[in-house]
């Protein structure tokens, strides 16, 4: 992609989530989102109705009348954005790719946390680790991180949610916000998801297509697997074929779902075809009633 056309697309993603970030995730964003803890502000005269475990001994009996300890929240956070960049999200029956649509929810999650004088960074990620973006503040940094999203291209087709989560958890030693987004299609990650879980502050994000959860019934056709380029000719006017696909589909987002739920860890669906801004807000909001 030349550099002209990329900035163009790194401008136009700015300006189209820019109205979202400040009408609807800005307040939402920092009201969820706490931080690390409460750190030491001041001291100052007692009044009434102070909590009596604030009062300063050192400090009252150096002035003979009482004082207290004013804390203050530590507000900065540190955001990272794990993108899975395999095969898989290079599919799209609804008009968009997957990609398409992870792109615009990191950009929405960049602006929020630039917005709120947060860090934030990125790792992308297939089989293998193919980017990582260490954590930041600022514009520029957030439109770094839009620009590689557009632009990249990854070297492997296949997926490793657990390369990626335990790569996380090797170098951010900090606890931080980590958004996961992905279609989550993928083995063997249950074991680093909980590990990353404990940690971190750990949100995933599952982008579904509702062609692959169910097959239309056309007849003959071809389908390809997107990560191994494997394909074969299946019969969709076959109503048990149908039957047992939707069914397993059906199992595989469930057993997601259960292992989120056990591991104590929020999970927002985003179906292709439908507006994300319905889930996000919807998690936003039932996140800081927990609150």
Do not use: C
């Not at 957030?142 to 657990?162: D, G, H, K, N």
């Not at 996380?168 to 990650?189: A, P, T």
């Not at 097959?215 to 997107?226: E, F, N, S």
């Not at 997601?256 to 860890?265: G, I, M, P, S, V």
């Amino acid at each position: 992609m030349e550099t002209k056309e990329l900035l163009k697309k790194v401008r136009h993603l700015e300006i189209r989530t820019r109205g979202l970030v400040n009408q609807v995730f800005s307040g939402e964003y920092h009201s969820v989102f706490k931080g690390r803890g409460m750190t030491f502000s001041e001291v100052r005269e007692y009044q009434m109705g102070d909590d009596i475990r604030t009062i300063d001994w050192n400090v009252t009996a150096r002035f003979n009348h009482p004082f207290v300890k004013v804390f203050e929240e530590e507000r900065e956070l540190t955001v990272m954005l794990l993108v899975d960049m395999s095969g898989s999200q290079f599919f799209g029956s609804q008009g968009q790719l997957k990609r398409d649509i992870a792109v615009e929810i990191s950009a929405i999650l960049a602006f929020s946390a630039m917005k709120n004088n947060d860090k934030v960074g990125a790792l992308l990620f297939s089989d293998q680790i193919e980017q990582f973006i260490p954590p930041r503040k600022g514009r520029s940094h957030a439109l770094r991180i839009v620009r590689e999203l557009i632009s990249f291209e990854p070297i492997q087709s296949a997926t490793s949610i657990q390369t990626a989560l335990e790569y996380l958890n090797r170098v951010l030693k900090k606890r931080s916000i980590v958004f996961v987004i992905s279609d989550f299609m993928d083995e063997g990650y249950e074991t680093a998801l909980r590990i990353a879980g404990r940690r971190h502050d750990l949100i995933g994000i599952s982008l579904v297509d509702p062609r692959e959860t169910e097959l239309p019934k056309v007849g003959l056709m071809t389908i390809r697997d997107a990560e191994t380029g494997e394909q074969r000719w299946i019969d969709t006017s076959d109503a048990r074929l149908r039957a047992g696909y939707q069914a397993y589909r059906r199992s595989v987002l469930d057993s997601r779902r259960t292992l989120f739920l056990k591991a104590k860890l929020d999970a927002i669906e985003v179906q292709l075809g439908q507006s994300y801004m319905k889930p996000l807000t919807d998690f936003f909001r039932l996140r800081e009633r927990r609150w």
